[in-house]
């Protein structure tokens, strides 16, 4: 039971480059979130699906899109990025079905853009 | 919309010794949860405690607790006997009890906690 993974754990990327960070649960989870740290910000959301086929918007969607593969993963694609994207991403899940929720975290991927 | 404040922005306790972590929120709802993550240097978000807003009794696990004041909404952390593995950065972070699709957590800026041997 590996729980959250992501990959990959770093990555160095140029403005206007795009990639996918992939994200992956075995718990069974409903739902999956993509939250982004940034120094003396929290973390904060970029996008969640709530359900496998469902995906919205969370607090700072602006230049990322996401995809439900199915039930075990969420990825985050850049389509072309840019410096104000270097951040540390995490991808978490939760069961989904209220009062018992906690949310699990992945090991988090560290992006810079130059 | 709710918020999350951790106005202590570095902290440090000398092992074996007690300290206490800061958080204030602000909400509208009743009920909702109230979390404590830990954040190590490996940067993996360890669940260190919760908090049901309907209980009045304190959480606690192990050497950590909570001091949970509803009417000030205040959520403070208290860690005993503090361990040298016990230096990370905390969160305090929020959830609404109906959270619908989101489920999401509001998250405070964090408290690096340094423990000195």
Known sequence: NAGVTQTPKFQVLKTGQSMTLQCAQDMNHNSMYWYRQDPGMGLRLIYYSASEGTTDKGEVPNGYNVSRLNKREFSLRLESAAPSQTSVYFCASTLGQGEADTQYFGPGTRLTVL | ?117
């Open chain 2, 1 to 117: 919309a709710q918020t999350v404040t951790q106005s202590q922005p570095e902290m440090s306790v000398q092992e074996a010794e007690t300290v206490t972590l800061s958080c204030t929120y602000d909400t509208s709802e009743s009920d909702y949860y109230l979390f404590w993550y830990k954040q190590p240097p490996s940067r993996q978000m360890i669940l260190v405690i919760r908090q049901e807003a309907y209980k009045q009794q304190n959480a606690t696990e192990n050497r950590f607790s909570v001091n949970f004041q509803k009417a000030a909404k205040s959520f403070s952390l208290k860690i005993s006997d503090s361990q040298l593995g016990d230096a990370a950065m905390y969160f305090c972070a929020y959830r609404r009890f109906y959270g619908g699709a989101t489920n999401k957590l509001i998250f405070g800026t964090g408290t690096l906690l340094a423990v000195q041997p």
